[in-house]
């Protein structure tokens, strides 16, 4: 994904990410390879190697989770780019999302079928659907608990960290995501709102699925203000 911005020329990218690159992350992306990667930032290693390929766009690393950024650093964005295999991470993008009216452009590969791929465009206004409104009721309700917790650890224990992916999808989807959002963003400019919808990739060679519309669950499950604590309020507290 941050090739494919690079080569459109954008003007300004933010990477946000905690993690540091391992072993596991060198088939997703080319920016990884680099002499001094393994063990460094992820973000400050894509923006290492983009500046030297693509020095006409700024490119900024953050080595945090983006619900402790704020959102005061975030409200200038044009489009939120969704690179996480975790639903609690795309839950707090959705929230920020929905309270900054910013578009979430996700992405996802299968786990079981590596050949299998989406691209979810959320248009980040209040009457259209959010991440929330994909979630099973109860997978909704489980992360939202987990969520207010007072005490809470800081990755949920239930979720699979094991992800089966191929370079080609992980282009594939990137490439996508950076089509689709960017198309939707210059239409919303224009005066043309757009709604969510998704996109998916069943073999990674063929004409992907036609974009389906996603409906927004009622009430919206982040679109009004809960009780507790935000996740851009202050850093959540470990057991």
């Excluded at 920020?96 to 578009?103: A, E, V, Y």
């Excluded at 949920?156 to 995501?177: F, K, V």
């Excluded at 998916?200 to 974009?211: L, R």
Aim: with cysteine; net charge neutral; glycine share 12%.
């Amino acid at each position: 994904m941050a090739r494919v911005l690079g080569m459109l020329g954008v003007g300004s990218v933010t990477l946000v990410d905690p993690d540091v690159v391992e072993a596991g992350n060198l088939p997703r992306s080319g920016f990884f390879w680099g002499k001094n990667a393994a063990g460094k930032n992820k973000a400050a290693a894509v923006a290492e190697a983009a500046s030297g390929m693509f020095p006409e766009t700024r490119w900024t690393a953050v080595g945090r989770e983006i619900a402790d950024l704020g959102f005061q650093k975030l409200a200038e964005a044009g489009v939120i780019f969704s690179c996480v295999d975790s639903d609690a991470a795309r839950l707090e993008m959705a929230y920020i999302s929905t309270k900054l009216g910013i578009p979430v452009m996700d992405g996802g590969l299968g786990r079981e079928n590596y050949s299998h791929g989406r691209a979810t465009y959320f248009a980040g206004r209040k009457e259209e659907a959010c991440f929330g409104c994909m979630l099973r009721p109860g997978k909704r309700r489980e992360l939202l608990e987990w969520w207010e917790a007072t005490v809470r650890p800081c990755f949920p224990g239930d979720e699979a960290t094991d992800l089966i992916s191929t370079p080609t999808m992980a282009s594939i989807i990137g490439s996508m995501q950076v089509e689709l959002g960017l198309r939707l963003l210059f239409e919303a400019e224009s005066g043309i709102p757009a709604s969510s919808r998704s996109v998916e990739s069943s073999d990674g060679i063929g004409t992907p699925k036609p974009a389906g519309m996603l409906p927004s669950s009622s009430p919206a499950p982040l679109s009004s203000s809960r009780p507790g604590r935000s996740p851009t309020s202050s850093n959540p507290k470990c057991d």
